[in-house]
Structure formats: C-alpha cells, structure tokens
C-alpha cells in the first residue's frame, strides 16, 4: 500500500513556474513507477508526465512535452513535476500516482496505476 501525498500547487501568471512534489510512503519508492495526471473541470483526468522505476526513462503529454519536466529522487522517496511557460489551459487539479505492477515502460491511462493522491490545484492567470 502507498500512500502519496502532493504539494506545490497554486496561482500563477501564464508563462510562470511551478513546482510540485509528491511524497510517498509505503513501500520502497524506487519499486513504483510514478505519474502524475491532471483534471480540469468538467474533463476526464488525463496523462501528463511519467517516469519509471529507476529514473532513468520519461514520457509526457503532447499538450507539455518541452514545457514540463518530471524528476524523483529515490532516497527522499519523492517525484517532482516541474512546470514551465505555463498556459491557461494547464489549469486543472494535478495528481500524483504510483505503479506498483510489473512494467518497464511509462503507463499512459489512469487504469494502469495502482495508487492516487488527494490532489492539489493549479491555476494559471493570464
């Protein structure tokens, strides 16, 4: 069982930066494959980022490929989402999630993750 928890959400002007963080705890990190996904109101919760176990292979959304960036550090069981040149569109609730199942690539769908986190709120102004 993981549990996982984000910070690092907020209010920021299009074309700023921010930075999540999500922390776990359960079993050791470095056996879950990471994601985070994001929901904006009144749409299904979709990919955005992903990496796996070791770090060292990521994949993202066309929507941030090239804006955003996801890191972990395996010692601080953490994973991290940094956002760049933020749009207006990239406003949603952001959520981090775990794979716990066999796998070595990066997992695309919600379905294919086994933990979920409470959530935190991002709103880009422009």
């Known amino acids: 069982q993981a549990q996982l928890v984000e910070s690092g959400g907020g209010s920021v002007q299009a074309g700023g930066s921010l930075r999540l963080s999500c922390a776990a705890s359960?079993?050791?990190?470095?056996?879950?494959?990471m994601g985070w996904f994001r929901q904006a109101p009144g749409k299904e919760r979709e990919f955005v980022a992903g990496?796996?176990?070791?770090?060292?292979?990521?994949y993202y959304a066309d929507s941030v490929k090239g804006r955003f960036a996801i890191s972990r550090n395996n010692a601080a069981n953490t994973v991290y989402l940094q956002m760049n040149s933020v749009k207006a569109e990239d406003t949603a609730v952001y959520y981090c999630?775990?794979?716990?199942?066999?796998?070595?690539?990066?997992?695309?769908?919600?379905?294919?993750?086994?933990?979920w986190g409470q959530g935190t709120q991002v709103t880009v102004s422009s």
């Open positions: 999630a775990a794979r716990w199942r066999s796998g070595s690539v990066v997992y695309i769908r919600v379905s294919e993750y086994d933990y």
């Open positions: 359960g079993r050791p990190f470095s056996t879950y494959m």
């Open positions: 990496i796996t176990r070791s770090g060292g292979t990521t």
